[in-house]
Each structure stands twice: as structure tokens, then as C-alpha cells.
Nanobody
Framework: QVQLVESGGGLVQPGGSLRLSCAAS????????MGWYRQAPGKQRELVATITSRRSTNYADSVKGRFAISRDNAKKAVYLQMNSLKPEDTAIYYC???????????????WGQGTQVTVSS
């Protein structure tokens, strides 16, 4: 059973920073891509940033230059450093990993439970 636990969300003023963390537990044979997504009220879930196993990154245009994604394979963790936060960044942030569980011959997506980020003065 693979589980993801997120942390680091909260309330921050515009222009502030937050760092989200997501750690995977369980029997993982191999980690592939990892990423962060977000969903604002009344909107569809959207991609924020992804990082491949070779550490190639991809960002939504709206966060380029402000957010940075990183990973620590030894800790089975992915991080999202968010700087210069804006009110429109307010959303529930979800982490996702693509992984092979031990004993499985195929990869699948695993999602975290989400962490609230609110940017407001």
C-alpha cells in the first residue's frame, strides 16, 4: 500500500512564501515522475509543476519564475517552494507520484490528500 502525506500549507500574505512537502510511504520499487497540482473553488484541477526521474522540470505558465519543484529520491519526497505568492494561487494543492509498487509490473498514479494554501491579506 502506497500512501502520500503532504504538509506545509497554510495562510500567507501576498508576496510571501511557503514550502510544500510530500512524502511517500509503503513498498515502492521505483519512482518515476512526481508533481504538484492544485484545485481552486469552482475550478478544475490543474498542473502546477512536474519533475521527472532525471530531474527535468515543467511548470505552468502562471507559476514560472516563482515556484520551484524538487525531489529527494532517498526520502521518496517531492517539494514545492512557492515564492511571491498571489491571491490567485489560493487552492488545495495535491501531490502526485507515478510509481511501481513492489511486486507490480506496471506503474500507476498515487495522489496525496491535499493541503490548503490561502494567500490573503
Amino acid at each position: 500500500q502506497v500512501q502520500l502525506v503532504e504538509s506545509g500549507g497554510g495562510l500567507v500574505q501576498p508576496g510571501g512564501s511557503l514550502r510544500l512537502s510530500c512524502a511517500a510511504s509503503g513498498s515502492i520499487f521505483r519512482l518515476d515522475a512526481m508533481g504538484w497540482y492544485r484545485q481552486a473553488p469552482g475550478k478544475q484541477r490543474e498542473l502546477v509543476a512536474t519533475i521527472t526521474s532525471r530531474r527535468s522540470t515543467n511548470y505552468a505558465d502562471s507559476v514560472k519564475g516563482r515556484f520551484a519543484i524538487s525531489r529527494d529520491n532517498a526520502k521518496k519526497a517531492v517539494y514545492l517552494q512557492m515564492n511571491s505568492l498571489k491571491p490567485e494561487d489560493t487552492a488545495i494543492y495535491y501531490c502526485k507520484i507515478v510509481a511501481f509498487a513492489s511486486g507490480s509490473s506496471y506503474s500507476r498514479d498515487y495522489w496525496g490528500q491535499g493541503t490548503q494554501v490561502t494567500v490573503s491579506s
